[in-house]
């Protein structure tokens, strides 16, 4: 196989399991029907991912990868503005996100075995861009005495629960993010 066709495969794999996906629901496709719709053998899919969640975990991180861009722009362009304003400012950006995706996101993680919602590429980014903005806000003494690790899981626990809350529970997402704001930025604030 030349480099420039197994370069292909990948995003061929992709394509077809999202469009099938999308099609007939996550948990109605099979692994050769992604590999026939790539156009490739079933050992060259298997060679790449060894089960339909490694597929999921890639589509979830290619769907994500435009928000982490996005959000990763915006903080290099506000470094001047106080770390916890910056904080809320991706709180927002990521229940927006998550609103526009949640199903689709959703139906696919829950794809992978051992599902994890904060496990998810989206939960990881999101945990590592919170601890790295709270241990800033922490050194510029925007806050002091906060367990940032512990204050970091509450807050993607209170995050993984969105469409919960506007959906089941009929918040506003206005009231979400003032309620969060209240607790993870205000609370915070020395």
């Given at each position: 196989?030349?480099?420039?066709?197994?370069?292909?495969?990948?995003?061929?794999?992709?394509?077809?399991?999202?469009?099938?996906f999308i099609e007939h629901?996550?948990?109605?496709?099979?692994?050769?029907?992604?590999?026939?719709?790539?156009?490739?053998?079933?050992?060259?899919?298997?060679?790449?991912?060894?089960?339909?969640?490694?597929?999921?975990?890639?589509?979830?991180?290619?769907?994500?990868?435009?928000?982490?861009?996005?959000?990763?722009?915006?903080?290099?362009?506000?470094?001047?503005?106080?770390?916890?304003?910056?904080?809320?400012?991706?709180?927002?950006?990521?229940?927006?996100?998550?609103?526009?995706?949640?199903?689709?996101?959703?139906?696919?993680?829950?794809?992978?075995?051992g599902y994890r919602p904060?496990?998810?590429?989206?939960?990881q980014w999101m945990r590592?861009?919170?601890?790295?903005?709270?241990?800033?806000?922490?050194?510029?003494?925007?806050?002091?005495?906060?367990?940032?690790?512990?204050?970091?899981?509450?807050?993607?626990?209170?995050?993984?629960?969105?469409?919960?809350?506007?959906?089941?529970?009929?918040?506003?997402?206005?009231?979400?993010?003032?309620?969060?704001?209240?607790?993870?930025?205000?609370?915070?604030?020395?």
């Amino acid at each position: 196989m030349s480099k420039g066709l197994g370069e292909t495969i990948g995003p061929r794999i992709l394509n077809s399991a999202r469009t099938l996906f999308i099609e007939h629901g996550v948990e109605n496709v099979n692994m050769h029907q992604i590999a026939k719709m790539a156009g490739i053998g079933q050992a060259s899919l298997y060679r790449r991912y060894t089960e339909k969640g490694d597929i999921c975990i890639d589509i979830v991180r290619n769907e994500c990868q435009p928000f982490f861009n996005d959000v990763q722009a915006y903080l290099e362009g506000s470094a001047k503005l106080p770390v916890l304003d910056q904080l809320y400012e991706v709180i927002i950006r990521f229940v927006t996100f998550i609103e526009a995706k949640a199903s689709w996101l959703c139906s696919v993680s829950r794809a992978t075995s051992g599902y994890r919602p904060l496990q998810s590429p989206l939960y990881q980014w999101m945990r590592t861009t919170c601890r790295e903005l709270l241990n800033k806000a922490d050194q510029q003494g925007e806050i002091a005495d906060v367990d940032i690790r512990y204050t970091t899981e509450i807050l993607l626990a209170a995050l993984h629960n969105i469409d919960f809350h506007t959906k089941d529970q009929e918040f506003s997402t206005q009231q979400v993010l003032t309620g969060l704001h209240r607790i993870f930025i205000q609370g915070l604030k020395q």
